[in-house]
């Protein structure tokens, strides 16, 4: 009888362990495990983790640098203006991390960008990571992503470059220079 009392507690004091993480980090614990967005950590539910939406960005807690720094930038219309036909056949994977002052900088500005392009959304995707920039499910395995953001751009299905954490010129004439096939070398390329 102690025996079946005692596995009766330890099984009720797991369910309740599950219940709090799922609480804390906002996410479903039957979903967990579903390649769904997820949250980093119980003990900092600032961090995402996983494949999301814009939208996650613009809503707390995340919205207060995302939202502003995506008003405050001003992108360079001509150059904008020559990306936008060259993005039509282009598909962008975007690595970020909600914890990384580089991210809360460069992201806003990037859909900015885009916004102003007329981007199809339908063809990127974003994949927020961890502080060591990995996800649960693994997204980032094989693309060798050693910081953020990184934003890489494909056509037909084939990396054609990638932008890594800074401009080598300005994010407009770096993304220009990718879309465009010309020669370039992002931040930490040799």
Not at 22 to 49: C, K, R, W, Y
Not at 117 to 129: G, M
Not at 170 to 190: Q, T
Request: with cysteine.
């Amino acid at each position: 009888m102690k025996k079946i009392l005692l596995l009766f507690t330890l099984l009720i004091l797991n369910a309740c362990i599950s219940a709090t993480v799922a609480v804390n980090t906002g996410v479903n614990s039957s979903s967990v495990n579903d390649n769904e967005e997820t949250l980093a950590t119980q003990s900092n539910p600032d961090i995402l983790v996983g494949k999301h939406q814009r939208k996650d960005l613009e809503q707390a807690p995340f919205g207060s640098w995302f939202n502003t720094n995506y008003e405050e930038y001003t992108a360079d219309a001509s150059t904008v203006e020559k990306i936008a036909p060259k993005l039509q056949d282009i598909s962008i994977k975007a690595f970020m991390g909600t914890w990384c002052s580089d991210s809360k900088r460069e992201t806003p500005n990037f859909y900015k960008i885009l916004d102003q392009a007329k981007f199809d959304y339908n063809n990127f995707e974003l994949i927020t990571v961890s502080r060591s920039k990995e996800t649960p499910e693994g997204f980032e395995k094989g693309l060798n992503i050693i910081r953020v953001p990184t934003f890489i751009f494909y056509k037909e299905g084939k990396e054609i470059g990638r932008y890594v954490e800074f401009a080598q010129e300005s994010l407009e004439k770096d993304i220009l220079a990718i879309v465009s096939g010309e020669p370039y070398k992002h931040s930490y390329e040799d």
